[in-house]
T-cell receptor, first 114, second 113 residues
Framework: KAGVTQTPRYLIKTRGQQVTLSCSPI?????VSWYQQTPGQGLQFLFE???????NKGNFPGRFSGRQFSNSRSEMNVSTLELGDSALYLC?????????????FGAGSRLTVL | AQKITQTQPGMFVQEKEAVTLDCTYD???????LFWYKQPSSGEMIFLIY??????QNATEGRYSLNFQKARKSANLVISASQLGDSAMYFC??????????FGTGTSLTVIP
């Protein structure tokens, strides 16, 4: 099985621009979660989608949005970029939420905002 | 209150020695799961080990074991026979009944040859 695929891996934007990141989960995984990772902050939960519906949302401003398509692929968008949005954005998928089902992460998209 | 607390920002261990990475958690759910992930410098998070709240035995996966002390709300990761490739960030995580995952701030482990 292919793993979780995130594109692009690296990108540089300037303040005020917007960015869209893509995540393809493992085949059969219907839940996709997004996390922001910055030095010293650990992983901050952004949102989780299941069957095209947002089920959970973290404490981020409305500039951060996401969606999930019928094939479970997900995108997240950040509008009006700020310097503080520079981070590693990690996507993870999970098959189900029982027992030892684990989050499987992609390699991440590293965003730099200048 | 923090759901997951990792109090060791950085740890050093001699190659071939054992090391314990600390993790405490906070939840009122009777059913939860505890996880450890490794993040090498490449950035990808790699799942290491899982412990369910109702599991009686401590989880083990090869050189990794989870020292689960439920009353203390502690889920420490023990790595035996450390290898140079173990140098990485390690994150403790918890899943509650809501199915949301919470992560700690991580511990940076450096294995010294």
């Amino acid at each position: 099985k292919a793993g979780v695929t995130q594109t692009p891996r690296y990108l540089i934007k300037t303040r005020g621009q917007q960015v869209t990141l893509s995540c393809s989960p493992i085949s059969g995984h219907r839940s996709v979660s997004w996390y922001q990772q910055t030095p010293g902050q650990g992983l901050q939960f952004l949102f989780e989608y299941f069957s095209e519906t947002q089920r959970n949302k973290g404490n981020f401003p409305g500039r951060f949005s996401g969606r999930q398509f019928s094939n479970s692929r997900s995108e997240m968008n950040v509008s009006t970029l700020e310097l503080g949005d520079s981070a590693l954005y990690l996507c993870a998928s999970i098959e189900g939420f029982s027992g030892a089902n684990v989050l499987t992460f992609g390699a991440g998209s590293r965003l730099t905002v200048l | 209150a923090q759901k997951i607390t990792q109090t060791q920002p950085g740890m050093f261990v001699q190659e071939k020695e054992a090391v314990t990475l600390d993790c405490t958690y906070d939840t009122s759910d009777p059913s939860y799961g505890l996880f450890w992930y490794k993040q090498p410098s490449s950035g990808e998070m790699i799942f290491l080990i899982y412990q369910g709240s109702y599991d009686q035995q401590n989880a083990t996966e090869g050189r990794y074991s989870l020292n689960f002390q439920k009353a203390r709300k502690s889920a420490n990761l023990v790595i035996s026979a450390s290898q140079l490739g173990d140098s990485a960030m390690y994150f403790c995580a918890m899943r509650e009944r809501s199915n949301q995952f919470y992560f700690g701030t991580g511990t940076s482990l450096t294995v010294i040859p």
